[in-house]
């Protein structure tokens, strides 16, 4: 029998043999440079979670819409229109009623030294303007109103420095806390930065446990963790840069490290795994390293262009949240990648076979059957399935749709307080005046008038209070109820020939009601240019952008994974497979995001509050990131059944053993990442926890159900003409074709006998089972090296 393919050789030259090169000959120069650069990282990054944003309501609207134009016009006019500080006191003292005369002279003090704060304008309260929409229905609350003046990050330090310490809590006879649009978002920010320290407790020490079964060395097992140290911090200086130009999500933080760490280990995986494979072939470590990045170095450049280019689909969406965290996953995912080229290469050069030390394969030997005996499961698990094939397929796709099916009857909102633990200040504040204030001063649609006359203002605010779901509207001609005039001139409502109109609905503002209403207020005739602000216009306006970018953003993920898979397999049928079994991959995580966190199953288990919406642009994260992580799997997959079917020619037997080659690898790359995911998952934050637990759910679903069943009954029924390609794209594949040993093989080199495969060994060609390859013999007759199970 032949050798096996990649012991002929990566053909020398290019990119990484310099990289071997200079790796091997320079590694403790290569590792000095990175602890340089690593602390610089670590200097800059230090301060990057202060300059994050936590969202609100900006991080999700489009800055071109009409409810974008309206709030500029309303901040820059009206400072003090839009409160986003409330301030819940309750009367804990007298007659426990806040018009006792002792509570009113302490509200109307505390309302005045509200207002004397820096940077607190628009303050009123129920003591100083007698309004019955700041008095609880019961008498016992009332509510403080204000607005803390400049950007997110300037209004959040004026909350923590100037606020939060004079008037939270007892306030003489009087009970205070502290809610509002700018707390709610506080809180999120610390109950992140809290949950994050968590999500690496409880992940880092399942991911090394995982990792020193998979490589089977204690000190093999802490590299894929080095570098993903190096692809955290590296992120967060870049992130620290970009801050300077352009907002960024404070959840960038929980991407940059759940990638960091995934795409880290499975790089570092695919690396650490043939490095020591080729050690134990014979080759010394320079020889080994160059094998190495010639081979596995180029899976890793392969993935980290499909999650990057993934990603980067993100940015054809003018929301700051999806942009920022564009930014942040393909910088993580650049980094790991060179950390995995550059940093790791130089590492392995200076460990040597040290890197086998503190051996646990040694223990495991023993038990040498049993890996043989989990790498023939694969094998027999694939021969079933492609036996079977029709059926197979028939019923995981009919088990896969009927999972996704919860997802048809999705309701996309906005974030809010619920977002919060049930516990949190201004989660308590915003419920109490949900339920005893009529209408919610946080929750109204602002209308902006200009060049409008009294008499045209007057008739408008009159027809905006007679729409189904307005409670009442506040204007500069008075206020009106039902159509009609019901109080005083508000003057304070003018800017020049600029006017606003404050309508209060008696809906909840975040509901299907919420945003009817904001639809009728936007198409009610004025002989004057009119715009609409508020929470629920925003939502509206969000989610007509992710409608106009969403097939925009397909189109390009769907367009680069048909590129790339098509020059790393040379067929035109596999792509479009592979793109097709990864969309049905999310279906799934998208069916459970809606069963779950839209209609509330579970939510007492998960500890979370059902809102009955999912965060309009959450789900478009989650396809970008979940599409972009399965490509991985099936990279490694198709390589491995491409590279076997040149060598074996048998199409179906190719299928096998490259499932059963690679299936442990795979199916081990998948549980550590799902851990990364799980504890991101364990977030208090409602989305967060989304993120987390779907994204785990569609990577398990994709690397045990896909890749095991799906897969293989696909190409048993496609059978030989999976790997067609019309002339022209097989010459073009030929000369341009990616391929771990280079460009794809051209035939006449094949016939000669002189050029390697088109697909040289993949980096995972021993599954963690550790299962012997048929192909019996290495390299120059030596015996191939399996898993765990090393000839020395």
Excluded at 173 to 191: L, P, W
Excluded at 235 to 248: G, P, Y
Excluded at 492 to 514: C, F, H, K, M
Excluded at 687 to 693: A, D, I
Aim: hydrophobic share 50%; net charge neutral; aromatic share 6%.
């Amino acid at each position: 029998m032949p050798a096996h393919p990649s012991r002929t050789g990566p053909p020398r030259g290019g990119l990484f043999t310099s990289l071997a090169r200079v790796t091997g000959s320079r590694p403790r120069l290569v590792l000095g440079l990175t602890l340089l650069l690593l602390a610089g990282a670590v200097f800059l990054g230090s301060g990057v979670a202060d300059r994050l944003r936590s969202g609100g309501s900006g991080g999700v609207v489009d800055p071109a819409s009409e409810s974008s134009y309206a709030a500029g016009v309303l901040e820059r006019e009206f400072p003090g229109a839009r409160p986003n500080l409330v301030l819940l006191a309750e009367a804990a003292g007298g007659s426990g009623n806040v018009d006792d005369p002792a509570i009113s002279r302490q509200g109307e003090e505390l309302t005045a030294r509200l207002a004397a704060v820096p940077g607190v304008t628009g303050v009123s309260s129920y003591w100083s303007t007698g309004s019955a929409a700041l008095r609880s229905g019961d008498g016992r609350e009332a509510l403080i109103v204000a607005r803390i003046d400049g950007d997110e990050l300037a209004a959040e330090r004026t909350l923590e420095e100037r606020v939060m310490p004079g008037f939270d809590g007892r306030q003489g006879d009087m009970a205070v806390r502290i809610g509002g649009s700018i707390a709610v978002q506080h809180e999120q920010q610390t109950f992140i930065a809290e949950d994050l320290i968590r999500a690496e407790m409880i992940a880092l020490p399942i991911t090394l446990l995982i990792l020193m079964v998979v490589f089977g060395s204690a000190v093999a097992a802490f590299l894929p963790l080095g570098v993903g140290v190096i692809a955290i911090l590296g992120t967060n200086a870049v992130l620290w840069i970009i801050t300077q130009f352009t907002d960024v999500s404070v959840f960038a933080t929980n991407l940059t490290i759940a990638l960091g760490l995934g795409l880290s280990i499975d790089y570092a995986l695919l690396i650490v795994r043939r490095y020591r494979e080729e050690l134990d072939g014979g080759k010394d470590s320079r020889a080994a390293l160059d094998t190495t990045l010639n081979t596995a170095g180029r899976t890793v450049l392969f993935s980290a262009a499909t999650v990057a280019v993934c990603l980067a689909a993100m940015t054809v969406f003018p929301l700051y949240f999806l942009r920022s965290l564009a930014y942040a996953g393909i910088s993580v995912v650049v980094l790991a990648a060179v950390a995995a080229l550059v940093v790791l290469p130089a590492v392995l050069t200076v460990l040597g076979r040290r890197i086998d030390s503190l051996d646990l394969r040694k223990l495991m030997r023993r038990r040498g059957s049993r890996r043989t005996a989990a790498g023939e499961g694969w094998a027999r698990l694939a021969r079933w399935v492609m036996r079977r094939a029709p059926l197979v397929a028939g019923g995981t796709l009919a088990v896969l749709l009927l999972l996704g099916a919860p997802f048809l009857n999705v309701d996309f909102g906005t974030a809010d307080y619920r977002q919060l633990p049930g516990t949190a200040e201004s989660r308590v504040v915003q419920e109490h005046v949900r339920d005893g204030f009529q209408g919610s001063p946080t929750g109204t649609i602002e209308v902006v008038a200009e060049r409008a006359g009294p008499a045209e203002l007057s008739g408008y605010a009159e027809r905006l209070s007679a729409l189904p779901g307005v409670l009442r509207v506040d204007g500069p001609a008075g206020r009106y109820t039902d159509g009609a005039a019901a109080g005083p001139a508000q003057p304070a409502r003018v800017s020049g020939d600029i006017a606003y109109l404050t309508v209060v609905p008696s809906v909840e503002a975040v509901s299907a009601e919420g945003k009817e209403l904001v639809r009728d207020v936007r198409a009610v005739d004025a002989p004057f240019r009119t715009s609409a602000a508020g929470i629920t216009a925003g939502l509206i306006d969000s989610q007509a952008a992710i409608g106009r970018g969403l097939p925009w953003a397909v189109g390009i993920i769907v367009l680069a994974t048909l590129v790339l898979v098509f020059l790393l397999t040379g067929s035109v049928l596999v792509p479009v497979q592979a793109v097709l079994l990864n969309a049905l991959s999310l279906t799934a995580m998208l069916g459970a995001v809606v069963w779950v966190f839209q209609d509330g199953n579970l939510s007492g288990l998960l500890g979370f509050t059902p809102t009955g919406s999912i965060e309009t642009a959450l789900p478009v994260l989650m396809f970008c990131l979940a599409f972009g992580l399965s490509m991985d799997y099936g990279v490694f997959l198709l390589s491995r059944i491409k590279e076997e079917k040149e060598r074996l020619t048998d199409h179906r037997e190719a299928v096998v053993e490259g499932i059963r080659s690679t299936g442990g690898v795979i199916t081990a790359a998948a549980v550590v990442l799902a851990v990364v995911m799980v504890g991101l998952g364990a977030s208090r934050i409602t989305n967060t926890k989304m993120l987390g637990l779907g994204v785990a759910l569609a990577i398990l679903m994709d690397a045990m159900v896909i890749r095991t069943l799906l897969v293989p009954a696909v190409l048993s029924l496609t059978g030989r003409a999976t790997w067609w390609a019309p002339g022209p794209l097989r010459r073009f594949h030929a000369r341009f074709g990616i391929s771990e040993g280079g460009p794809a093989e051209r035939p006449e080199a094949k016939e000669a006998g002189t050029g390697a495969s088109p697909l040289a060994e993949s980096p995972v060609a021993d599954a963690a089972s550790g299962a012997e390859s048929p192909a019996g013999a290495g390299h120059e007759g030596r015996p191939r090296a399996t898993a765990g199970a090393e000839t020395r």
